[in-house]
C-alpha cells in the first residue's frame, strides 16, 4: 500500500535556481511530515518537516509547503547547489512507531 | 558523539543462507526500527524495537527476526535467504517510542546470489 508517493523519480535543474520535489499521499490521519535527504552509501538524513497544523516550514534555502486538502506537500530548495545533488524522500510518521517513505527523487544539480 | 552504527557494511550471502545485521543506536536511544531499501524504492519499515520489546512489525514474513538487547543495540536475522533480500537494510534510533525525531545509520548492502 503505497501511502506516500513520489511519482517524479528524477529532477534535473541548474545551479542557482529552484528545485521543486513533489509528494503526495493518501492516509488523512497523517499528521506530520519529514523530508530525508541521501547520499550514496549513507544512511538518509533528516532535512525538514511540517506539522498539519502548519502549511509551510522554513528553514534556511530549503521551504516545506504543506496542501491538506489535496494532501500534497512539495520541498522548496532555493537557490539549488550542486551539493544539493542526492535522493530526496518524503516521509510519514504513523502509530508513532514507522514511517512511510515515498520511492525518492534523485536530483540533479548542474553546475 | 557517534552517530547510528551498522555492521557490516557489506555482505554477500547465497540463497538458503541465514544472516545477522547489527545496530547500535545513539548512545541514549532506547528506540531501534528497522528498515529494508530495495533499489528504486523508499524504505520500507520491518520492526521497531523499543525498551527490549517489539512495538512494530512492517509487512514480512516470519524469515525476519528481530531483538533489542539490554544496552539497547539489536539484530536483524533473516532465515532462509532469496534473491530479493538483496537490499540496503537501514537502522534508525529514536530517543522514544516517538517516531519523529530518527537519526539513520549508513546501512548494511546486502546481496543474495
Known amino acids: 500500500d503505497q501511502q506516500v508517493k513520489q511519482n517524479s523519480p528524477s529532477l534535473s535543474v541548474q545551479e542557482g535556481r529552484i528545485s521543486i520535489l513533489n509528494c503526495d499521499y493518501t492516509n488523512s490521519m497523517f499528521d506530520y511530515f519529514l523530508w530525508y535527504k541521501k547520499y550514496p552509501a549513507e544512511g538518509p538524513t533528516f532535512l525538514i518537516s511540517i506539522s498539519s497544523i502548519k502549511d509551510k516550514n522554513e528553514d534556511g534555502r530549503f521551504t516545506v509547503f504543506l496542501n491538506k486538502s489535496a494532501k500534497h506537500l512539495s520541498l522548496h530548495i532555493v537557490p539549488s547547489q550542486p551539493g544539493d545533488s542526492a535522493v530526496y524522500f518524503c516521509?510519514?510518521?504513523?502509530?508513532?512507531?514507522?514511517?512511510?517513505f515515498g520511492s525518492g527523487t534523485k536530483l540533479n544539480v548542474k553546475p | 558523539d557517534a552517530g547510528v552504527t551498522q555492521s557490516p557494511t557489506h555482505l554477500i550471502k547465497t540463497r538458503g543462507q541465514h544472516v545477522t545485521l547489527r545496530c547500535s543506536p545513539i548512545?541514549?536511544?532506547?528506540?531501534v526500527s528497522w528498515y529494508q531499501q530495495v533499489l528504486g524504492q523508499g524504505p520500507q519499515f520491518i520492526f521497531q524495537?523499543?525498551?527490549?520489546?517489539?512495538?512494530g512489525r512492517g509487512n514480512f514474513p516470519d524469515r525476519f527476526s528481530a531483538r533489542q538487547f539490554p544496552n539497547y543495540s539489536s539484530e536483524l536475522n533473516v532465515n532462509a535467504l532469496l534473491l530479493g533480500d538483496s537490499a540496503l537494510y537501514l537502522c534508525?534510533?529514536?530517543?522514544?517510542?516517538?517516531?519523529?525525531?530518527?537519526?539513520f545509520g549508513q546501512g548494511t548492502r546486502l546481496t543474495v546470489v
Open positions: 534508525a534510533s529514536s530517543l522514544g517510542q516517538d517516531h519523529t525525531e530518527a537519526f
Open positions: 516521509a510519514a510518521p504513523y502509530n508513532f512507531n514507522k514511517f512511510y
Open positions: 548512545s541514549g536511544h532506547k528506540s
Open positions: 524495537y523499543y525498551e527490549k520489546e517489539e512495538r
